[in-house]
């Protein structure tokens, strides 16, 4: 390893930290969602390993609850972390043209907001794949090893105190939806009308399990607002 990657591998590790503390609080609140629906700590932990994504393993541990067949699971999953295709593509436009296939393909396995916000902001021309990889050799342990260990609490906790530490993932969701939707009025409408579709949902549609409502809901309210209410691109942005 040159001196260059190695000093960029403990700057993304400095860099990542906080996140890695951060993603193991979340974690923890996964993990008992995850103890929830009847996952072993074994079973949170390959998860999270495998899928660094808060509202795509909620949405996937909600299905899994219901007795959800592995292909409405694998589609409500992809769904929920769509979003990480604009930001792999936005980060590569960071690295050199030089950058070899398989740094692009490892770096993209852990694009999470997080990871990307620093990404996209550290300085100079081409960001270095090291940096990635030093941030998230705290982030994947930090929010692997929170799932598990909430699953693991399940047992040493009261169901009382397991249930007032669960409030921490609604707490994060919060924190994802009020921030934006106080910016944008059209945010906020599509919020509360997912809100409000999905409640009527489950009222006159019950035989419809919760991930495909989930998945008809998100399909149908994203793409009525991209109709509706597209994103007009500034002619002076290059």
């Not at 072993?40 to 390993?49: A, E, R, Y």
């Not at 409408?189 to 579709?197: D, E, K, N, P």
Request: aromatic share 14%; hydrophobic share 50%.
């Amino acid at each position: 390893m040159t001196n260059e990657n190695r000093q960029a591998l403990i700057e993304g590790f400095r860099d990542g930290t906080p996140i890695g503390l951060g993603y193991f609080v979340v974690g923890f609140s996964l993990g008992i969602v995850a103890k929830y629906v009847g996952l072993s700590p074994l079973q949170g932990f390959v998860i999270s390993l495998l899928n660094n994504a808060s509202a795509g393993e909620y949405a996937a541990f909600t299905v899994i609850g219901s007795d959800a067949p592995y292909f409405e699971i694998a589609l409500l999953t992809f769904i929920a972390n769509a979003r990480y295709i604009l930001m792999s593509t936005v980060l590569s436009q960071k690295f050199s043209p030089d950058t070899p296939f398989y740094h692009r393909i490892f770096v993209g396995f852990d694009v999470t907001d997080e990871i990307f916000g620093i990404s996209i902001a550290r300085s100079g021309r081409w960001l270095n794949p090291f940096y990635n990889y030093g941030a998230m050799l705290i982030a994947l342990p930090g929010w692997s090893l929170g799932t598990a260990c909430g699953i693991v609490a399940w047992y040493f906790f009261s169901e009382a105190a397991v249930s007032a530490l669960s409030v921490a993932l609604y707490g994060m969701f919060l924190a994802v939806i009020i921030p934006p939707a106080r910016k944008e009025k059209i945010i906020l409408g599509a919020v509360v009308v997912s809100f409000l579709l999905s409640f009527l949902a489950e009222i006159f549609f019950p035989e419809i399990s919760a991930g495909n409502r989930t998945i008809i809901l998100t399909i149908l309210i994203a793409g009525a607002a991209a109709i509706l209410f597209p994103v007009k691109e500034n002619d002076n942005d290059a």
